[in-house]
Antibody, heavy 116, light 109 residues
């Protein structure tokens, strides 16, 4: 069974940092591109960042470019998101999602990041 | 402001059919496959439709998708109260970032 479990969210002050993790199981993690997608309270889905299976290709939303860094450890089947210089508008539930079929076929349960 | 445009809400009675539209441009929907996601209250999104009109294993054929030019449509037939959720369309744009619609809240009256 495919599972994606995010952790690392919490309350942080503006300007602070957090590191999110997404532990994957039930599939060959190193064979898939992975993404972070966020959802602000009561709002829609917003792409944050993507990383290819080998980490050779990385993309960021303009809203987080220069502040967030995506990475992965295929040996440990874990995806990361280092978030620096956090802003109030970064408050959201952050989901990790597996990229497949030109979309996202599995999502984690999400981890809440509150910047206040 | 979302890149893709969806109606904020739709509603229909149990057993009826509903469609949800998603409008974009040549830089996103026009040149890429579209996916649809269902988000039940308090849960993570779930893939309903991929590559415009394909259903993952386990998704009933009451759900269908289509695409024409820079627009796409999700159809749901035989509506059930359990279908009440937010529905999102998603695709990729020329910057190789994913883009989503603002979401459509489905109410089954």
């Amino acid at each position: 069974e495919v599972q994606l479990v995010e952790s690392g969210g919490g309350l942080v002050k503006p300007g602070g940092s957090l590191r999110l993790s997404c532990a994957a199981s039930g599939f060959t993690f190193g064979g898939y591109n992975m993404n972070w997608v966020r959802q602000a309270p009561g709002k829609g889905l917003e792409f944050v960042s993507s990383i290819s299976s080998s980490s050779s290709d990385i993309y960021y939303a303009d809203s987080v470019k220069g502040r967030f860094t995506i990475s992965r450890d295929n040996a440990k089947s874990t995806l990361f998101l280092q978030m620096n210089s956090l802003r109030v508008e970064d408050t959201a539930v952050y989901y990790c999602a597996r990229e497949r079929y030109t979309g996202y076929d599995y999502w984690g349960q999400g981890t809440l990041v509150t910047v206040s | 402001q979302s890149v893709l445009t969806q109606p904020p809400s739709v509603s229909a009675a149990p057993g009826q059919k509903v469609t949800i539209s998603c409008s974009g441009s040549s830089s996103n929907i026009g040149n890429n496959y579209i996916s649809w996601y269902q988000q039940l209250p308090g849960t993570a999104p779930k893939l309903l439709i991929y590559e415009n009109n394909k259903r993952p294993s386990g998704i009933p054929d009451r759900f269908s998708g289509s695409k024409s030019g820079t627009s796409a449509t999700l159809g749901i037939t035989g509506l059930q109260t359990g279908d009440e959720a937010d529905y999102y369309c998603g695709t990729w744009d020329n910057s190789l970032s994913a883009v989503f619609g603002g979401g459509t809240k489905l109410t089954v009256l």
